[in-house]
Nanobody, 111 residues
Framework: QVQLVESGGGLVQPGGSLRLSCAASGISFSSSAPGWYRQAPGKQREYVGSISSGGFTHYAAAVKDRFTISRDNAKNTLYLQMTSLKPEDTAVYYC?????WGQGTQVTVSS
């Protein structure tokens, strides 16, 4: 059974940083192209970024140069390092691989 479990969300002040993790079971991140998405209240889920099996990353314009996606193949874990956070980054963040989604983790950016 494929399962993705996110962690690391929380409350952070504007300008702060946070790192999200996504632990996978039943699937290997090293041979897939997992991604991160987010959904703010009252808005549709949107793409944040992804990483290819070869390690190439791609980001949405709204987070480019602030967010970094990485992967630890030994731990089969995906990361989203977020810096210079803004209130508009507040959302539930989801990890995705193929047709499988995690349960999401809440990120709130507020003073």
């Amino acid at each position: 059974q494929v399962q993705l479990v996110e962690s690391g969300g929380g409350l952070v002040q504007p300008g702060g940083s946070l790192r999200l993790s996504c632990a996978a079971s039943g699937i290997s991140f090293s041979s897939s192209a997992p991604g991160w998405y987010r959904q703010a209240p009252g808005k549709q889920r949107e793409y944040v970024g992804s990483i290819s099996s070869g390690g190439f990353t791609h980001y949405a314009a709204a987070v480019k140069d602030r967010f970094t996606i990485s992967r630890d193949n030994a731990k089969n874990t995906l990361y989203l390092q977020m810096t210079s956070l803004k209130p508009e980054d507040t959302a539930v963040y989801y990890c995705q691989s193929g047709k499988t989604w995690g349960q999401g983790t809440q990120v709130t950016v507020s003073s």
